[in-house]
């Protein structure tokens, strides 16, 4: 029977701290009218000096795994899409694991700059269409205003931080990610670029001096980037779902410039009602963009269990995606083997492991008793020799 990871859960984290572009006024040689003009965005949340990346992604994870009744010792793996990690090493990823007081399943960072959520997300469908696994937290979390010089005019005006985050559970009923796309361009990866602090530039008084710890952005060739591989990719996965424009109930692209929606959604014709933008309030929030517009887009009601959506990204590398994703009602959980229906998790909440683990000690037994049957065998047939 085929298995779909249908998304049961979703939650978000907006830092309160608020910046305006009126603030930015006070600081740049910038406007409001440009600002909003150019991208879209009007104001944009900032953590406070407590604040980090995991405490963001546990945040809205806790969120989604509320909505989706999910206990965190019954996920399976943790996938994480970031740019913008508490440390190099350890792995963000474990970070959230371990606050969120899940077992200690599998958990990974995805790194695949403003794209690397919908990469996360066609990742862990694999990992539920292959049998590895039932449920699985997704996060797209992103913290850059730590990363963004801001006295340059050209790329602190756009980022904001906050997370998202979605639990994706298996079942049969057709649903999650009906198609996906997956692109990347290394050829541009200069245009947006953190160019110190990694192996080629390893931290020195001289990065510092040179200020090469912050992110540097063409944003002109981005923006032309995006313009030229949205539409491209939006049209391709709406037909590799074997769907038209028009049954996609609304799209919900990176929120990273208003222009760059408005051109992406008119190549494929999708009217303005259909296309959800946020942009306005939190800026680019990179990972964390699409994730927390789904969330916003459900809680404003533009959203409803049963739509069809399309999710579509750009971002560093050069990077794209884009994923049809039906969102189907959670009742039906995957068909589970007769023993498993039929023991109740009584005895703890990682009942249903120990409910595994009988057929798995009683496939043990048998393949101990076929090892002891042919040693016999092989004994019987010395002494026949
Ligand atoms: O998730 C992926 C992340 N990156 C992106 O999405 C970036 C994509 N690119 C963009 O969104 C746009 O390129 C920007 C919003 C960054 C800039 O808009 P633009 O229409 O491409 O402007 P531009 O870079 O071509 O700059 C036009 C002018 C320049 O002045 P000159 O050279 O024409 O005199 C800039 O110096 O605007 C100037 N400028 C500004 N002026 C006022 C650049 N930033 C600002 C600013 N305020 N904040």
Not at 255 to 274: D, G, M, T
Not at 365 to 382: D, G, I, Q
């Amino acid at each position: 029977m085929k298995r779909y990871g249908n998304i049961i859960g979703w939650g978000k984290y907006i830092p309160p701290k608020v910046i305006t572009n009126a603030d930015l006024e006070k600081t740049l040689d910038t406007t409001d009218e440009w600002i909003v003009a150019r991208s879209g965005i009007r104001e944009r949340h900032i953590v406070g000096e407590e604040e980090n990346t995991s405490q963001m992604s546990i945040a809205a994870s806790r969120d989604a795994l509320n909505m989706a009744g999910i206990h965190p010792k019954d996920l399976d793996l943790i996938i994480v899409a970031t740019s913008s990690p508490d440390y190099l090493t350890p792995p963000v990823s474990s970070q959230i694991q371990h606050g969120l007081g899940a077992n200690k399943v599998g958990a990974f960072t995805l790194v695949a700059g403003c794209t690397g959520f919908v990469y996360a997300l066609a990742t862990a469908q694999q990992f539920i269409a292959s049998g590895a696994n039932e449920t699985i937290l997704v996060v797209g979390a992103e913290l850059l205003s730590r990363f963004v010089d801001w006295n340059d005019r050209g790329t602190c005006i756009l980022f904001g931080d906050g997370a998202g985050a979605v639990v994706m559970q298996a079942t049969d009923v057709p649903s999650g990610i009906l198609s996906y796309v997956l692109g990347s361009d290394g050829s541009g990866g200069e245009h947006l670029i953190l160019p110190a602090g990694g192996a080629a530039n390893p931290p020195s008084q001289q990065t510092l001096d040179a200020g090469m710890h912050t992110l540097r952005m063409n944003g002109r060739e981005v923006f032309k980037f995006a313009t030229r591989v949205l539409g491209r990719a939006l049209r391709e996965v709406i037909s590799d779902a074997g769907l038209q424009t028009e049954d996609i109930d609304l799209f919900i692209p990176h929120q990273a410039n208003a222009r760059i929606i408005e051109s992406a959604a008119r190549s494929v014709k999708l009217p303005e009602e259909k296309v959800f933008v946020n942009i306005h309030k939190y800026g680019n929030t990179s990972a964390a963009s699409i994730p927390i517009a789904l969330c916003e887009a459900f809680e404003e009601g533009r959203a409803k269990v049963g739509d069809t959506l399309a999710f579509v990204a750009f971002g560093a590398g050069l990077t794209w995606a884009s994923a049809v994703v039906k969102v189907a009602p959670h009742e039906r959980p995957v068909s589970k083997r007769w023993w498993q229906q039929l023991l109740p998790r009584w005895f703890s909440r990682n009942g249903h492991r120990q409910v595994q683990a009988i057929p798995r000690a009683f496939l043990r037994c048998r393949l101990k008793w076929s090892n002891l049957e042919e040693r016999l065998n092989l004994t019987m047939r010395r002494f026949d020799r």
